[in-house]
């Protein structure tokens, strides 16, 4: 016997027969003795559909207010959908809106954070045998307005009631069996992992990993919620993600999986003056306009001048570029030149705090390959590499077998 709390994203949910294939699964755990949470998205597709009306009805500058109110009742929808399937089944069964458990947060709309969740509707429920059904991606704040969470939502939302309640696992069902060394659809050798830690998974999310939310894996970090990635529609154990057992050290792989960007971009300004406050010049005004800077490289300084590289999202490139060409001459520099056929390809794994020569490793099997490396940024457990588009495949699986994650025996170099 177990307490659960189930996370179902859109695709699980997607239509009616799979809200039904997923009642079937609870209620099966509930004949094992499993006291469940149940966490829901909208059906795939419906949000989109719900902001497309929003914009045609309100199309220069939508309230963002009224916007989370149309868009919970995205998930309202499901959680109904779900209860009647469940008692379709004979589970007594409840569904409850995020205000309804009272799931408090901020008032940020459409980008709110919770600030406590109030868990005695829920625990008298289990309690009595159901099986609690909440939406996901949206909560209330303290006027009584509905707030949505962004992108990501419904994971934080089922993190944070499996953290309120205490639960012994915080299980999200997904379109994929866990997390796995790298894209399948890249490097067919790539093997599902039995386990991460919320520090790898942290890392991999940050660097392009699409299987969980960033902000869904920090709050199961700080809040110490295990978190299991499973699939929705086949058996399997998923991936565990889990603090890190110091006790096992000696058995972590060096690298544990290889993330990659396709979304990054890269601008070089040149010769301009090497002093201080030349940084802030460039990259201040670039924050005025609301776009996230990612890698920074700045060359030593020669006769007075340096050159500035930074990465920037693809949407953002041609939009920043132009601002910087026309700043050209107030920055004095030479040349303003970009790039957006550029990726980026990072390995994560916290093996690599106890073990020396990791990026040597990994700058000759990319060298091997004829493969450039246009930047390069290390942390304690990541290193990454911003490399030429076309050479995107190559170098992962170059990577992949330079560090042996097909072979989940090899843990040593």
Not at 80 to 99: E, F, I, N, Q, V
Not at 207 to 233: M, T, W
Not at 246 to 255: D, F, R
Request: charged share 25%; net charge negative.
């Amino acid at each position: 016997m177990a307490s659960l709390v189930k996370k179902f994203g859109g695709t699980s949910v997607g239509t009616v027969e799979r809200i039904q294939a997923v009642a079937k699964k609870l209620a099966k755990a509930k004949e094992a003795g499993d006291d469940q949470v149940v966490v829901v998205s909208a059906m795939s597709g419906e949000t989109n559909r719900l902001v497309a009306m929003a914009k045609e009805v309100m199309p220069a500058t939508v309230d963002v207010r009224e916007l989370d109110v149309l868009l919970s009742t995205g998930e309202q929808v499901t959680i109904a959908l779900l209860c009647m399937a469940l008692k379709t089944l004979g589970c007594d069964a409840r569904s409850y809106t995020g205000a309804q458990v009272r799931i408090l947060t901020d008032s940020s709309h459409s980008k709110a954070r919770i600030v406590s969740i109030d868990t005695d509707k829920i625990t008298t429920d289990l309690e009595k045998g159901r099986i609690v059904v909440v939406a996901g991606f949206q909560g209330v704040d303290a006027e009584g307005d509905i707030t949505t969470l962004g992108r990501g939502g419904s994971d934080t939302s089922a993190v944070a009631l499996a953290a309120a309640l205490g639960s012994d696992e915080c299980q999200i069902f997904t379109d994929v069996d866990g997390v796995y060394t790298t894209d399948p659809r890249v490097e067919s050798k790539a093997r599902r992992l039995d386990r991460i830690t919320f520090e790898e998974m942290l890392e991999m999310a940050s660097l392009g990993s699409k299987v969980l939310q960033i902000r869904a894996v920090e709050f199961a970090g700080k809040y110490n919620v295990p978190l299991r990635v499973l699939s929705s529609f086949e058996e399997g154990e998923g991936t565990l993600i889990t603090t890190d057992d110091e006790e096992n050290e000696m058995e972590q792989a060096l690298v544990s999986g290889i993330a990659f960007n396709r979304d990054e971009a890269q601008i070089t300004i040149t010769n301009i003056a090497d002093q201080p406050g030349t940084a802030y010049s460039i990259l201040g005004p670039i924050a005025d306009l609301n776009v996230e800077v990612d890698m920074i490289v700045q060359n030593a300084g020669v006769d007075g001048t340096t050159d500035f590289t930074f990465t920037v999202h693809r949407d953002e490139y041609q939009r920043v570029l132009d601002f910087l060409v026309a700043r050209q001459k107030e920055l004095g520099a030479a040349t303003v030149t970009g790039n957006d056929q550029i990726v980026k390809v990072s390995i994560v794994g916290v093996g690599m705090r106890s073990h020396a020569g990791i990026a040597s490793r990994m700058f000759r099997a990319l060298s091997e390959k004829g493969i450039n490396l246009r930047m390069i940024t290390t942390s304690e457990i990541k290193i990454s590499v911003v490399i030429d588009e076309d050479y995107l495949e190559l170098g992962v699986r170059s990577l992949h077998d330079e560090f042996g994650l097909a072979d989940a025996a090899v843990t040593e170099a």
